[in-house]
């Protein structure tokens, strides 16, 4: 593990200032002992979120580019991943080769090969990764895997989950997401695997294009459901949809043979009763996935600042984004396909 050298402060450089940038260098201006280097390849945007931190005396803009931040690991103790997803592989296989500890939003990389390619030169570098699963930093999930591990729940036997975003993104960002399936329910896959602490078996899928028709163009979907089969014959139902009308919508329901655990059940949740008297849920729905995760993100970010200044472990590994990906990537061969699909044919392939 890589030891942080710079006495108490820890120096990160954060590459990427756009939307999820701007909350990444919020988020770590705000921890005390980081020093905060901004890198855009606008340096007027990087200025820009610079001075909205708030912390501009812990930090700076980077006038160079990101390929010179990582020509000068001695620098930095870190570095935060924030860029367009085609950027993600090339940044990570630089990360590993200058052995700085990187944290980097999901996905590694935009196919499976790429994802390899990432983890094999993290292996060799033997560099401390961390993958942008913030789910797992919310104290929901946190307590249904606490229940899960405890017995509270008795025998899982079900799980539905869902991801619904309130509008669509945009069509230059569906252009190169990599489809619904990698780009949403991934963090529904990953937090599955995390709070059963089981692998996923098989799957089959549907999907659909109900709205823009921008969705079809790049052969991707706005409507999907998958169902999974875990390794322990649990039975697990997941939505996903681009085009949630009430809020953003983002719950796990866990059914055991002696108690519940639901993940998202508040007052915030955007469900509507229509029974006689019922009132609750009586907030404002969630609008997006920054809002609703903000906590999480902050609480990934102080995470990483312990990995990166080898004082803790990563607490999701490039190795948990591959299997992550394992699951998308049968899920949507299953709905191209009609036809079940076993994880072991990704992993395999």
Known sequence: MVTNNSGGTVRIALIGAGRIGVGHAAALAAIPEVSLTVCDA?????LQVTQETGAAHRVEVATSTAEEVLARPETYD??????PTATHEELVLGCAHARLPFFCEKPVAMDLEGTRRCIQAVHTSGVASQIGFQRRFDP???EAR??????ELGQVHRIHMLTCDQNPPPEPFVAHSGGIWRDCLIHDIDVLRWVTGHEVEEVFAYGAVRGAEYFATYGDIDEGVALMRMDDDTLVTAHTSRNNGQG???RMEVSGTLSN???GLEPKVPLVSVEPGVTFP????????IARFKGCYEAELRAFVEVAAGRAPSPCTIDDALEALHVALAIGRSRQEGRPVKVSEIRTH
Do not use: K, L, M, N
């Not at 870190?78 to 860029?83: K, L, N, W, Y």
């Not at 606490?146 to 017995?151: E, F, L, N, T, V």
């Not at 009586?282 to 996935?289: G, I, K, N, T, Y």
């Open 261 to 263: 655990a639901t993940v």
């Open 42 to 46: 606008d340096a007027a945007r990087a």
């Open 146 to 151: 606490r229940r899960i591990s405890a017995g």
């Open 78 to 83: 870190g570095v935060v991943i924030a860029t």
């Open 282 to 289: 009586d907030d404002e729905p969630w609008v997006d996935f």
């Open 140 to 142: 929901g999930y946190q």
């Open 248 to 250: 953003y919508d983002v």
